[in-house]
């Protein structure tokens, strides 16, 4: 019999926690910005994946994407990664914020990608998905 929803799962260990899988430390370790940081590992999954090249935006205001992939007549894809420590969480605010400020963009993006190093909650991801929905991504 499968426990109720949020009942009977592992609790994520800090990184350094000796329960820590061997996935959460990597990515924790992982500086957050620039090719070699998690921002660099998004792009090299999402290039493995389509087949297309990503390139990361330079520091500063990004317009709510860390990364798109090459304008190559296909659709636009973009990214946003969130490099979290395991204390930390994700806000909302923060993350519709990003959506909006990349709805603004020409040309507008066909799929935008949030990445994050930590779990999202099943409301937050809905609230998300919703905003998406109204900006036309999902």
Known sequence: M????????RRRSPPSAPGASALE???HALPHVGYDG?????????????GRRFRLQKSGSQHGMDGEADHDGGAVLSFEAKHYLASGRPELRSLLG???EV?????Q???WLLATTVTMS???????????VGSGYV
């Open 2 to 9: 499968k426990p109720p929803p949020g009942k009977g799962r």
């Open 25 to 27: 430390r990597f990515l």
């Open 38 to 50: 998690f921002e660099g590992l998004v792009a090299a999954l999402l290039e493995a994946e389509t």
């Open 98 to 100: 990003e959506l909006v």
């Open 103 to 107: 709805s603004d963009l020409l040309p």
């Open 109 to 111: 993006p066909d799929l």
């Open 122 to 132: 099943p409301g937050d991801l809905r609230k998300i998905n919703q905003a998406g």
